[in-house]
């Protein structure tokens, strides 16, 4: 079984205590990291290396910043677009266990009227032609936080978070046509009904108790790949630790 990851840590160093202990007890392949905020040379690999993992890494330091985690040593890293700007603190590609991860932490583009949603946009459009120089029946699994929450089922208040920048129309259409050129939504292939949220907002008072979540952080799969997949889940006790993340880990098995 192979048992792939996502979760954005929000300050890798601020959450050792979360993600050690976990990648412990769990065991998985392969976890992708995003929003690490720490520039390469302070990256803490020292402590996945003492467990047995290796590390791969891209980051300028206060905030970004993508990584890998995996068992085997990950082959042919990239990190960023093929043009600029890169990203390379958004966007990551590596081989590990004989699949490729793509590790992405969408822009959040702040809101609708600024700038940083237009970016937000362009950069979904820019990841789908990167998509596009990919041969789509290899075996590939797209995680990250994506900042798209695509359906409603995903959001725990559609109607009065409809201009919201990580839900609103724009932005979840230029996600889906990414999905729409092969991908398959890991969580929805197994609980397509279901409200299962990934972040809470700090801010929002009792969020986790009055379910006030979204579902932002995502493991897709092409086809080929999907079809080996024998589950996907979130694991709401890192979000439950002291001093945690706003979002917590989505974890996905395959059969391979």
């Excluded at 890293?77 to 990551?92: A, I, S």
């Excluded at 919201?164 to 197994?190: P, Q, S, T």
Aim: aromatic fraction near 12%.
């Amino acid at each position: 079984m192979l048992k792939v990851a996502t979760y954005n840590v929000n300050s890798i160093r601020q959450r050792l205590h979360i993600l050690i202990p976990w990648i412990k007890e769990n065991k998985p392949d392969i976890v992708c990291l995003q929003e690490t905020k720490v520039e390469n040379r302070k990256f803490p690999e020292a402590d996945f290396h003492r467990i047995g993992y290796n590390v791969v890494f891209y980051g300028k330091g206060g905030m970004n910043g993508v990584a890998i985690v995996s068992k085997e040593e990950p082959k042919n890293v990239k990190f960023g677009f093929y043009d600029e700007p890169r990203d390379e603190d958004r966007l990551m590609l590596a081989e590990v266990a004989g699949i490729k991860v793509v590790n992405t932490y969408v822009p959040q583009g702040f809101s609708i009227d600024s700038e940083k949603y237009v970016y937000k946009l362009k950069w979904l459009e820019r990841l789908r032609k990167f998509f596009e120089k990919f041969n789509l029946k290899d075996y590939i699994a797209w995680c990250g936080d994506m900042n798209v929450a695509p359906e409603p089922i995903d959001v725990h208040s559609p109607d009065k978070l409809k201009d919201h920048v990580c839900f609103h129309e724009d932005a979840r259409n230029a996600y889906k046509k990414i999905l729409a050129l092969g991908f398959l939504d890991l969580l929805r292939k197994h609980h397509p009904n279901e409200k299962i949220y990934t972040f809470y907002d700090y801010r929002v008072k009792g969020a986790i108790e009055r379910g006030l979540g979204w579902r932002v952080d995502s493991i897709n799969a092409t086809e080929p790949l999907a079809e080996k997949s024998i589950d996907c889940y979130v694991d709401m006790k890192p979000r439950l630790l002291e001093k945690s993340s706003d979002h917590t880990i989505l974890v996905a098995e395959f059969n391979i």
